[in-house]
């Protein structure tokens, strides 16, 4: 008890702060606080000082939108005035043009105003923004033809028989790997290809039967083996989903289906990194 009255005491205790004039040292002021509010008053202080600081850089970053606001505006001011004046121009040009003789345009156009706008700067810009445009144009047709160059979902919509990877084959009972995967359909399911290409093989391919290999470019290349019949000679330009051949069991097969295969940089990749879950349509 002794020690809570001595605890207790001590934090209701005040404390003096003085505040002294320099010049006139023997006047001061005093103020008593108890010393428990000293350090409440200089959590107090810390807050504070933290809200003003978060205050002022809220205003700062304000003023930062502010400006950028204004230098937008100033720049849409611009090309409305440079727009308005061409406009202007092109009305002038075309009453001066219709006076049909040289004679005459002469005898009617105004020089005084020919200066006032400086046609050589809105030549400039407006090639500026046909060069953006160009650059743009350019960088989508590149995207949109690698999008059209990467194989993409399934040739055909069937059962998977056989995966990608190393397994025992059917035929030699020997374990090898297996360089695409097998599609089980019906007998003349159509094939379709799952990537704009070029043919560069259709034809017998020994175990692989009647055999279609597609170029697509960007390093694609696409196999469908086994077709009943092909549909496509080489040297023909095909886009996405249309018929390559159809399914059957030729060369070494077991049944109907289309082997699938898909080469990447000169090697062959696993199709599943390209299914997408579905056939192509």
Request: aromatic share 8%; with cysteine.
């Amino acid at each position: 008890m002794d020690q809570i009255r001595k605890f207790r005491k001590k934090i209701i205790a005040p404390v003096t702060i003085m505040f002294i004039q320099h010049h006139q040292a023997r006047h001061s002021i005093n103020i008593n606080i108890p010393m428990f509010l000293i350090p409440l008053a200089a959590v107090l202080c810390t807050v504070g000082a933290i809200y003003v600081g978060s205050v002022f850089t809220e205003l700062f970053k304000y003023q930062i939108r502010e400006n950028q606001f204004r230098d937008y505006s100033a720049k849409v001011g611009e090309f409305n005035a440079a727009l308005t004046a061409v406009k202007k121009m092109e009305s002038e040009l075309k009453a001066l043009i219709s006076y049909g003789t040289r004679e005459k345009i002469l005898e009617n156009v105004d020089t005084a105003d020919m200066g006032a706008m400086d046609i050589y700067q809105i030549q400039k810009q407006i090639q500026l923004s046909m060069n953006t445009v160009a650059s743009i144009n350019e960088f989508l047709r590149a995207q949109k033809d690698k999008y059209l160059s990467t194989p993409r979902g399934l040739p055909i919509d069937g059962r998977l028989s056989s995966l990608f990877g190393s397994r025992t084959n059917p035929i030699s009972g020997r374990v090898e790997l297996h360089r695409g995967i097998d599609i089980s359909a019906p007998s003349g399911t159509t094939v379709k290809a799952t990537a704009d290409g070029v043919v560069s093989f259709s034809g017998w391919n020994g175990g692989g039967g009647n055999t279609v290999v597609v170029e697509h470019g960007h390093g694609f290349s696409t196999c469908y083996a086994h077709n009943s019949t092909n549909a496509v000679t080489v040297g023909q330009r095909i886009k996405r989903g249309e018929t390559v051949g159809y399914v059957g069991s030729t060369g070494n097969a077991t049944g109907n289906h289309v082997h699938y295969e898909i080469w990447q940089g000169g090697r062959v990749i696993n199709p599943k990194q390209h299914m997408e879950g579905s056939h192509v349509p």
